[in-house]
């Protein structure tokens, strides 16, 4: 099972970007998926996450900017950012818990990042 992320580039700040986030290979159910962002020097932060029943928290800087969704039939969740600012700027990655069988137990598993750099 992978995770491919994109959306990622370059925005000014105020902009807006959607990030996408894609779960592909053998699947039979996805329970939690998350973005999380590491800034440079910094460590890796949680920005969002949403079960796979549609509950949802964020991290108090992105609350009310950032929005993050999910589509259980195409196994992608994405990621709203509005009013980006420089503050945003992080390589995001996706994560999710996959099933990939009836009987198997969950795994846990990181996309590859995808950049997002607001400029002022």
């Known amino acids: 099972v992978q995770l491919q992320a994109s959306g990622g580039g370059l925005v000014q700040d105020g902009g807006s970007l959607r990030l996408s986030c894609a779960a592909s290979?053998?699947?039979?159910?996805?329970?939690?998926m998350g973005w999380y962002r590491q800034a440079p020097e910094k460590q890796r932060e949680l920005v969002a996450t949403?079960?796979?029943?549609?509950?949802?928290s964020y991290a108090d800087s992105v609350n009310g900017r950032f929005t993050i969704s999910r589509d259980n039939a195409k196994n992608t969740v994405y990621l709203q950012m509005n009013s980006l600012s420089r503050e945003d700027t992080a390589v995001y990655y996706c994560?999710?818990?996959?099933?990939?069988?009836?009987?198997?137990?969950?795994?846990?598993?990181w996309g590859q990042g995808t950049q997002v750099t607001v400029s002022s």
């Open positions: 290979g053998s699947i039979f159910r996805i329970g939690g």
């Open positions: 994560d999710a818990v996959v099933k990939r069988f009836p009987i198997s137990s969950y795994q846990h598993i």
């Open positions: 949403i079960t796979n029943n549609g509950g949802i």
